[in-house]
Nanobody, 125 residues
Framework: QVQLVESGGGLVQAGGSLRLSCTAS????????MGWFRQAPGKDREFVSA????????VYADSVKGRFTISRDNAKNTVYLAMNSLKPEDTAVYSC??????????????????WGQGTQVTVSS
C-alpha cells in the first residue's frame, strides 16, 4: 500500500506563486509515474500535470502550460508542482496521484492507483 500526502496549498493573490509538494510513503518498490489533478466546487476533476518515473517525460494540461512546472526528487519520494502566474480560475483542491502501472505518463484519472487527500489552493482576484 502507498500513502500520498500533499502540502503547500494556501491563499495567494492573482499573479502570485505557490509550490505544492506530494510525498509518497509505504510499499514503494521503485519510482512511478505521478500526476497532479484538481477539482473546483461543482466541477469535475481535471488533469493538471504528470511526470515520468525518471523525471520525464512531463505532460501539462493546456490551461497550465507555461505557468506550472512539475518536477520530482526520487531520493525523497516527492513530486512538486510549481505554480506561477496564478489565476482565480486555478482555485481548486489539488491532489497528487501515483500510477503503479507502465510508465506512460497518463492524463486519465483511472490510470492512477493511489491518491492523496488534496490541498486547497485559493487565488484571489
Amino acid at each position: 500500500q502507498v500513502q500520498l500526502v500533499e502540502s503547500g496549498g494556501g491563499l495567494v493573490q492573482a499573479g502570485g506563486s505557490l509550490r505544492l509538494s506530494c510525498t509518497a510513503s509505504g510499499h514503494i518498490l521503485r519510482t512511478y509515474t505521478m500526476g497532479w489533478f484538481r477539482q473546483a466546487p461543482g466541477k469535475d476533476r481535471e488533469f493538471v500535470s504528470a511526470i515520468g518515473r525518471s523525471g520525464g517525460p512531463t505532460v501539462y494540461a493546456d490551461s497550465v502550460k507555461g505557468r506550472f512546472t512539475i518536477s520530482r526528487d526520487n531520493a525523497k519520494n516527492t513530486v512538486y508542482l510549481a505554480m506561477n502566474s496564478l489565476k482565480p480560475e486555478d482555485t481548486a483542491v489539488y491532489s497528487c496521484a501515483l500510477d503503479i502501472g507502465p510508465d506512460n505518463v497518463a492524463s486519465r484519472p483511472s490510470a492512477y492507483d493511489y491518491w492523496g487527500q488534496g490541498t486547497q489552493v485559493t487565488v484571489s482576484s
